[in-house]
């Protein structure tokens, strides 16, 4: 395997392959989640019953399975080093079982807190003693195999270290060793890894390896936390497992950003603009990570004057908003039959007198890439074109009549027999010119129009039949950061 996204390769392929029951529903907020959002959004999909959507703790456990996983907050350290004292105490004083239980609630711990140990490197120092002790304590319990993977973390997690004797004793010394030449003997990796946009800071097991696009040289096989950010920005940590050869992992760190798995789960923008343009293509995204068809998106937003609850369903086929419909919550909270009415309509379209639909949905958050079907966008696109032609083409035309027309006619009002001083008038060849170009622009207009319409509707039926296609199971989505196509079921 040679320059695959590994976050399909390894996340994908490993995971077990749920089906997210078709719905998602991620919450949408710029800046900090309003207050009432969280009663809101647990009433609405109560309301929804068997219709409702993957959402709270099931969706969180999804995209930290087969997605990314939160970077863990930055305020624990002291904390996690309390556990990590108590684990040595422990062992030094033979409680070895003890000893286990409390330092592998140390190593979670600090493998949870990736954000904090990629942003203090000293950090990483109790996590290098924490796996060196549970090595120790496993060899003391018999629980061989269980050490041996305790060290092959440090290895992978610390490849410039190496052990002393008077530190950790021959026994732990020796095991060290022969885990490191048997990793040695194995294949190594070469990961490439690349971020939209470029030079992020690029932490591999914490360890920062540089900005992006890095890459990184002879890694033994075995599962690696990747993780990326920004000065002021946090990303999110993709799980990767190497096995050999060349990798890659695309990472679009503007998802990174927005993706938000602690306290609510949902994205977060800094501002509306920025949710606007983005959030449809992020709920698309993560859709298709997450094989569900569609994604709804739910969020407290202003409207005319006053705050309400919007809901947004996103087809994940086509990457366009499906249906959108918003509750006022302001002066008065909306009541259970409101919350009832915008749950009916975000599931089955259903409209209810409370719920105000938004019309203007051609308009919502395209794709950052879409364009026009020709290509091109704005005044060269041939949306314009075709009437500029049009106009240009009849002109020319008309022109090209009146001077052909006029050929051959008395310039002057003299009396008839009584030669004009300038002659006749000599508009042949510019009536020609003018008659052939307006012809040729006429016909460049009315290709124009008949090849934009022909893409229109191949537009409008494309997404029915890419649908139709899903649902039928000849093809699957592919998408996800740095992964974009469709896969196919072939039946013979």
């Known amino acids: 395997m040679t320059s695959r996204t590994l976050l399909v390769v390894s996340l994908l392929a490993l995971a077990p392959r749920v089906r997210a029951q078709g719905n998602l529903l991620l919450e949408s907020h710029v800046g ?24 709270g ?5 999804l995209l930290e399975s087969r997605l990314s996983s939160d970077p863990g907050p930055l305020d624990a350290s002291a904390q996690l080093k309390r556990l990590v004292d108590a684990g040595r105490r422990q062992f030094l004083e033979g409680e070895y079982q003890t000893a286990i239980v409390t330092l592998e609630q140390a190593r979670l711990g600090q493998t949870r807190h990736t954000a904090l140990l990629a942003g203090d490197q000293a950090l990483r120092q109790p996590l290098y003693q924490t796996l060196m002790y549970l090595a120790h304590a496993y060899l003391r319990t018999g629980q061989n195999e269980k050490a041996v993977e305790r060290v092959s973390e440090v290895v992978r997690s610390f490849p410039d270290r190496d052990l002393s004797v008077a530190t950790f004793g021959p026994q732990v010394v020796k095991l060290y060793r022969q885990v490191r030449a048997e990793l040695d003997r194995q294949r190594r990796t070469n990961l490439s890894i ?22 990184v040289t002879g890694l033994p096989p075995g599962r690696y936390r990747v993780y990326l950010q920004r000065p002021g920005t946090p990303g999110r940590v993709h799980s990767v497992s190497l096995a050999g050869g060349e990798e ?19 994205l977060r923008y800094a501002d509306e603009a920025t949710r606007a343009q983005l959030e449809v293509e992020h709920a698309a995204t993560v859709g298709q990570a997450l094989d569900a068809t569609q994604v709804t998106l739910v969020g407290i937003r202003h409207h005319q004057g006053r705050r309400v609850l919007q809901g947004t369903v996103v087809a994940v086929a086509t ?12 002066p008065t909270p909306p009541s259970p039959a409101a919350l009832r009415s915008l749950g009916r309509f975000l599931a089955s379209g259903e409209r209810g007198a409370a719920v105000i639909v938004r019309q203007d949905l051609s308009r919502a958050a395209q794709p950052r890439e879409a364009a026009h079907a020709d290509g091109r966008r704005g005044f060269w696109s041939p949306r314009v074109w075709r009437w500029i032609t ?40 510019p009536g020609l010119g003018l008659t052939i170009g307006g012809g040729a622009m006429l016909a460049t207009s009315v290709t124009l129009f008949v090849v934009q319409a022909v893409l229109g509707r191949r537009e409008a039926r494309a997404p029915r039949e890419s649908a139709r296609a899903l649902r ?8 996800g950061p740095g992964r974009v196509g469709l896969g196919a079921t072939l039946r013979f």
């Open 32 to 55: 900090e989640r309003p207050r009432q959002t969280r009663e809101l959004v647990e009433y609405l999909t109560g309301q929804l019953g068997a219709e409702s959507p993957v959402h």
């Open 57 to 61: 703790a099931a969706l969180k456990q």
């Open 194 to 215: 690349r971020a939209e946009p470029a030079g992020c800071l690029v932490f591999l097991n914490e360890r920062f390896v540089g900005l992006s696009p890095a890459r």
């Open 248 to 266: 890659q992992l695309n990472v679009d760190f503007a998802l990174d950003a927005a993706l938000r798995t602690e306290p609510f789960v949902g």
């Open 319 to 330: 990457g366009r908003p499906l249906r959108s419909g918003m509750l006022a919550v302001e």
């Open 390 to 429: 049009l106009g240009l083409g009849a002109a020319a035309l008309a022109g090209g009549v009146t001077l052909l027309a006029l050929d051959g006619q008395r310039s002057c009002d003299l009396p008839e027999g009584v030669r004009c001083p300038e002659g006749p008038y000599q508009t042949l060849a």
């Open 472 to 479: 039928s199971g000849l093809l699957h989505p592919l998408l």
